[in-house]
Nanobody, 127 residues
Framework: QVQLVESGGGSVQAGGSLRLSCALSGYTYASYCMGWFHQAPGKEREGVAGIDNDGTTYYADSVKGRFTISKDNAKNTLYLQMNSLKPEDIGMYYC?????????????????????WGQGTQVTVSS
């Protein structure tokens, strides 16, 4: 059974940093894409970052230059380093995993493309 467990959320002031972690277990496919989704209060979930099997990364325009996605394959752990946090970054952050494309990359960062979700971790940014 695939499990994704996030940690690292919390409360920071605007301009501050947080690092989210996600431990993956039970995923037996050799090729997969992992990522992070953000759901702001009252809004739909949106993909903010993805990373494929080869380590190629993908970012939403809203977080480019501020967030960095990475993974430690030996530990089966995904990370999201969030710098220069803004009040609009408030919300739940979900770790996701799903099948890679035929070419081995990540599918578009839409929630329909990811089969496995963590329970989410809350991020609060005060201005």
């Amino acid at each position: 059974q695939v499990q994704l467990v996030e940690s690292g959320g919390g409360s920071v002031q605007a301009g501050g940093s947080l690092r989210l972690s996600c431990a993956l277990s039970g995923y037996t496919y050799a090729s997969y894409c992992m990522g992070w989704f953000h759901q702001a209060p009252g809004k739909e979930r949106e993909g903010v970052a993805g990373i494929d099997n080869d380590g190629t990364t993908y970012y939403a325009d809203s977080v480019k230059g501020r967030f960095t996605i990475s993974k430690d394959n030996a530990k089966n752990t995904l990370y999201l380093q969030m710098n220069s946090l803004k009040p609009e970054d408030i919300g739940m952050y979900y770790c996701v995993a799903g099948y890679s494309t035929v070419a081995g990359g990540c599918p578009p960062l839409s929630d329909v493309n990811f089969s496995y979700w963590g329970q989410g971790t809350q991020v609060t940014v005060s201005s």
